[in-house]
């Protein structure tokens, strides 16, 4: 992000996240998600929301249940 190319920051933590050989035993973390949805939020795309739908899909199936899901930053009421 730092080297202004969101499109490849967000596609190292697309990386990160989802292509986990075994997604159950690789722990997520909040803060990647956070990071993840926030460049979301910078890249003004409207596919956004859908993206970050797809992360929660995502969150729901592998996290545990104490995961903090405020970090997908998805206002509520969408």
């Keep these: 992000m730092y080297s202004l190319n969101v ?5 190292q933590l697309e990386d990160v996240v989802f292509s986990s050989a075994n997604p159950d035993k690789a722990p997520l973390h909040e803060t990647v998600i956070f990071n993840l ?3 979301y939020d910078i890249q003004w795309s409207d596919k956004g929301i859908d993206k ?3 992360v929660l899909n995502f969150v729901l199936q592998h996290a545990p249940d104490n995961f903090d899901m405020t970090c997908l930053r998805i206002p509520t009421g969408v």
């Design 37 to 39: 949805c926030s460049l």
């Design 7 to 11: 499109s490849k920051a967000i596609q």
């Design 52 to 54: 970050k739908r797809n």
